[in-house]
């Protein structure tokens, strides 16, 4: 209960922004044993990522991607404000084709094109951030095959990737050897596919920072088996809203989020001050 509580004293102003950390929609249940829809918002009824769609764009948010927010390259219209949505783990419930080749309208990318449809000024923007697919984890979103189009795809629409490292660990405890392998791995995984492509924005596994300060410079850029990576942003999960860049209190590597909690977000959205 303590992010619920958490949240309930959050309030958005100007120097803020919400960058949202939603995961899964409707799958299984995110605790051995427990409800399907956790207290955490670790896992939310798609029909709750439709009704926080619709409060965002009501109470005049604005989706841009991470990389631009931390640029602060933002091109937002006049009376609108920020807000940041992203997806960790490339989970099935995000993106999911059906049999016929569409998809399905009731995965989280089917809810966005949707939304996009009916409100045209709301752009399809956010932040997908991929653990790279191996015989370990599967592939990204989880139908084998299928994982280069539907990112080329998600590109196409003018979504960002993000590296979400290569097996997903925490951080806490691992070497600074092994912190270079799994972030220069989910970066290489992403280049594999697409050479060209700008990864520089990294989520930590379960937003845990490395306990020995010495390795933490390696979130930053560093080089494992010849591949070198370079980021401009570090993403936590939780900790609350974001400070915008050039304000007092923005880290660009130590980025909060906000748990996506049915009716806990929606309040906090509704609460914009000045």
Known sequence: MEALIALAFLVVTAGTVPVICYHEFGGPPEFSGGPQFDVHGLNIPISAFRQQLEVMEKQGYYPVNMRDLIRGKLSIPKGRRPIVLTFDDGRPTQFRYLENGSIDPNCAVGVMVDFHHHHPDWPTRGTFYIIAGSDENGVP????????????????????????????????????????????GGDAYLKRLFPSLKVDTLALPYGDLPENLNDRNVLVKGRSVGHAYQNIGVLLVGGGLSHLPGEKGFDPFRIPRVLPIPGAVEKLLTSAGP
């Open 141 to 184: 979103f989880d139908q084998e095959d299928l994982e280069r189009q539907k990112l080329k795809q998600l590109l196409d629409w003018g979504f960002e990737l993000g590296n979400h490292t290569l097996t997903h660990p925490s951080f806490k405890k691992l070497t600074r050897r092994q912190l270079l392998h799994e972030i220069s």
